[in-house]
T-cell receptor, first 110, second 115 residues
Framework: LAKTTQPISMDSYEGQEVNITCSHN???????ITWYQQFPSQGPRFIIQ???TKVTNEVASLFIPADRKSSTLSLPRVSLSDTAVYYC???????????FGQGTTLQVKP | KAGVTQTPRYLIKTRGQQVTLSCSPI?????VSWYQQTPGQGLQFLFE???????NKGNFPGRFSGRQFSNSRSEMNVSTLELGDSALYLC??????????????FGPGTRLLVL
């Protein structure tokens, strides 16, 4: 399974756009890139998933370059409630096995 | 639609005992995966069940076992508890097997403390 590397922590201020980049050099052809958010003492919550180019939903955008060796989660106009740990995962199709890395702790300040 | 539920939410056991944790997936979901989360090791995959069959297994000793029932509910059992088994145990369900195009929905977890 492809290993992912992302920053341990990031700070931001309310209203700013936050971009968290994840490196996954060994991504395989049938791997998808998925991001989860986790608040303390809660289970992770799915944010977004993509295979290539750009995916956007109501909470975030995911940018994936052509070589797919990295991806960037973009959170527009963050608020204090976006303070959480964000995990980047690479997963193959048809498997329920998710490999979580250390995640990025995002601290949003007023 | 109700989310993933896990029982109990908190549990205190002593070394050497065994424990059974329960997970009820979202109605209609057939895949259930279990994870262990600790401050030192982070989130680690335990196993996945689909249609009552274990489909994937993580690198945990045989003391950790699970099963899935015909209604997709799943149980996880840990025998001969060790102090290091203290963790948050998370269950996740998805409609079909696999995360591709399938959102995995996590429950709130069971926090196990082994004394």
């Amino acid at each position: 399974l492809a290993k992912t590397t992302q920053p341990i922590s990031m700070d931001s201020y309310e209203g700013q756009e936050v971009n968290i980049t994840c490196s996954h050099n060994n991504i395989a052809t049938n791997d998808y890139i998925t991001w989860y958010q986790q608040f303390p003492s809660q289970g992770p919550r799915f944010i977004i998933q993509g295979y290539k180019t750009k995916v956007t939903n109501e909470v975030a955008s995911l940018f994936i370059p052509a070589d797919r060796k990295s991806s960037t989660l973009s959170l527009p106009r963050v608020s204090l409630s976006d303070t959480a740990v964000y995990y980047c995962l690479v997963a193959k199709g048809n498997t329920g096995k998710l490999i979580f890395g250390q995640g990025t702790t995002l601290q949003v300040k007023p | 639609k109700a989310g993933v539920t896990q029982t109990p939410r908190y549990l205190i056991k002593t070394r050497g005992q065994q424990v059974t944790l329960s997970c009820s997936p979202i109605s209609g979901h057939r895949s259930v995966s279990w994870y262990q989360q600790t401050p030192g090791q982070g989130l680690q995959f335990l196993f996945e069940y689909f249609s009552e069959t274990q489909r994937n297994k993580g690198n945990f000793p045989g003391r950790f076992s699970g099963r899935q029932f015909s209604n997709s509910r799943s149980e996880m059992n840990v025998s001969t508890l060790e102090l290091g088994d203290s963790a948050l145990y998370l269950c996740a369900s998805s409609l079909r097997q696999g995360p591709v195009g399938e959102t995995q929905y996590f429950g709130p977890g069971t926090r196990l403390l082994v004394l």
